[in-house]
């Protein structure tokens, strides 16, 4: 089972905290149990900074993914230039 895991530094600014979520796209409509490295392809073209998909409290995969981007330009060119259709 592939699996990732986050981890935030203990001593960050909530500046800083903030600047790392400021840029976020919520995907959702994912096919059941998608992991973030079945995106990878997408994810690379897109630029982007990290890719989280939740579980539930089932231990579910949720069926969407928040995709953060570091730029705001990035998060402009990924919202207009990309069809998000997943290939299975």
Known sequence: MNHAIRTDPIYLSEEFKQQRTEHVLKLSGLP??????????????CNTHTCIISNDKFETLMRHAFIYFAFEEDVIAANTGHDFVYKN
């Not at 059941?32 to 073209?45: C, G, R, S, W």
Request: hydrophobic letters at 45%; zero cysteines; a negative charge.
């Open 32 to 45: 059941n149990h998608t992991l973030a490295q079945d995106l990878l392809e997408l994810l690379k073209t």
